[in-house]
């Protein structure tokens, strides 16, 4: 008995990766390459968009007439039941089954996809001949790559994952699954076979990172090997079973000048955050969900010297810095007992140890925010976080609220004093209802007046009007102030061209 098969093999040929029964029928006719079987329809030709109700097209139409329009509007799911890769999925759940009984699942996963796909393409051929399906050559092709996914890959996540156009997916439940492409959900074409399939393949993604999804611990965060981010939450917390949601990162990383060239800030804007980054300045990005702040963080990142220490502290670890001199650190969950939990905080405190010249941290969530502070007036300038909020002043509040939540009994105005004297800049951005991710505010911490935060705005995005397509027209506006961090720009010798940026 060979590795890969039921049954060895005779002779001194080569082992073969599984052994298919013998056919029942006669011989299957040959595939053919320019029409389609019967078991296939044609491939659907794109449709023009039908015109929305209420008469004219979706330009022609006046806000009120939109709003009529969505609630006089059935939200009834698209037929998903006909089309190409419907027809594959069906004869996938037919040959999947009589696969596994000629392959030994370990060795299967010792092989890459590549080799997997030429080893099961001759047993295909006979399971298909077995059932009295005629394929072609197209067909036989998808049909060997969702075999290949489901058994060795994330099913039909795999065809997301491989679209650079796909930004967000979002699954809810083995029969729904959202897609974000250019910042516009979509209902994607897939579908799961049932909530054990689902399941299976959140439990797949989870392992992969050492982490478990199951009845005692229902949530769980974690990440592909390109970086993307993962969350799961099974039932009974999800009601309609499974639910995964991944955040895809690109493979490319985006850097300031890309972000200029998207349209997400104005030239200006660019140059102050390039040497707000060189001249470690302490930056806090903030935003809302989805809004760009780990991309922007990753952008800023580009600026350090490369001769600085620097350690990321993530709960899962998404950032993807190009320093030479860079180690990532990532929080680990309690175990079945409820112990062994490391969290943000207790990595933050020992990064302190760690001789770091920059901290920077995923996500400020809770109390670890004392300590980034901390660090960030004791030697570690240049540090770097993310944050919920919706506006700069926003984001100081809720920094005071963060630190209040811990068990450090300081009075509010000690807090405050201590933000002003440790953040430098505040960065906002936002993905505005048209799709697109601006940056809407860079925002400096000048100190305290009072009990009272003192902050002046450098740069703004001012909203004009939108287009009769949907699109946000503005113009990203300068406030022509100097900027009270010229001092930290003036020891990296950029004071000059940081003032002509800002004024």
Not at 244 to 264: E, L, V
């Amino acid at each position: 008995m060979n590795a890969f098969g039921k049954r060895g093999n005779v002779g001194g040929a080569r082992p073969s990766f599984g052994v298919a029964r013998p056919m029942k029928g006669g011989p299957a006719p040959a595939p053919s390459d320019d029409t389609e079987s019967e078991q296939f329809p044609p491939v659907d030709k794109a449709e023009a968009p039908a015109p929305a109700p209420g008469g004219g097209g979706a330009a022609s139409l006046s806000a009120m007439d939109k709003l009529n329009s969505r609630m006089n509007d059935d939200h009834k799911p698209e037929d998903r039941s006909e089309g190409f890769e419907a027809s594959v999925n069906k004869i996938k759940d037919q040959v999947l089954p009589r696969l596994l009984e000629r392959v030994d699942p370990e060795a299967a996963a010792t092989l890459g996809k590549d080799e997997l796909a030429e080893e099961f393409r001759p047993i295909i051929s006979e399971v298909l001949g077995e059932l009295k399906i005629t394929l072609n050559r197209r067909e036989q092709f998808a049909l060997e790559k969702v075999l290949v996914d489901e058994l060795l890959g994330l099913g039909p996540l795999e065809e997301l994952l491989a679209d650079p156009a796909v930004s967000d997916i979002m699954v809810n439940g083995p029969e729904q699954t959202f897609v974000e492409r250019k910042g516009k959900l979509e209902l994607a074409k897939i579908q799961f076979r049932d909530e054990e399939h689902l399941f299976q393949i959140a439990q797949r993604i989870v392992n992969q990172v050492g982490r478990r999804v199951d009845q005692t611990t229902p949530l769980a965060d974690a990440r592909l090997k390109d970086g993307s981010r993962v969350n799961v939450i099974i039932p009974p917390l999800s009601l309609k079973g499974t639910a995964i949601s991944i955040r895809k990162f690109s493979d490319k990383p985006i850097t300031i000048d890309m972000m200029r060239g998207f349209g997400s800030m104005s030239e200006k804007m660019a140059t102050c955050l390039k040497i707000a980054g060189a001249s470690r300045m302490n930056i806090v990005i903030s935003g809302g969900t989805g809004s760009g702040k780990t991309t922007m963080l990753n952008a800023l990142s580009k600026m350090i010297d490369p001769g600085e220490r620097v350690i990321t502290i993530e709960d899962a670890a998404e950032l993807r810095l190009q320093q030479p001199h860079w180690l990532p650190l990532e929080t680990r969950p309690a175990n079945l007992e409820g112990q062994g939990a490391i969290t943000i905080r207790d990595l933050v405190i020992n990064a302190l140890r760690m001789r770091p010249d920059r901290i920077i941290l995923g996500e400020i969530r809770g109390q670890e925010c004392f300590d980034l502070l901390a660090a960030m007036n004791t030697g570690h300038d240049g540090s770097m976080a993310t944050l919920h909020s919706n506006s700069p002043r926003e984001c100081l509040a809720r920094m005071e609220n963060m630190v209040m939540m811990g068990d450090i009994k300081i009075p509010k105005d000690a807090i405050s004093r201590q933000i002003a004297d440790s953040v430098d800049l505040i960065v906002q951005v936002k993905r505005l209802r048209d799709g697109s991710r601006r940056t809407t505010n860079i925002t400096e911490v000048i100190g305290m007046e009072g009990d009272v935060i003192v902050t002046q705005e450098l740069f703004k995005f001012e909203y004009h009007d939108e287009t009769p397509d949907g699109k946000i027209i503005g113009d990203y506006r300068s406030m022509g102030l100097r900027p009270y961090t010229m001092e930290k720009a003036k020891q990296f010798g950029f004071d000059q061209p940081y003032l002509e940026a800002c004024l």
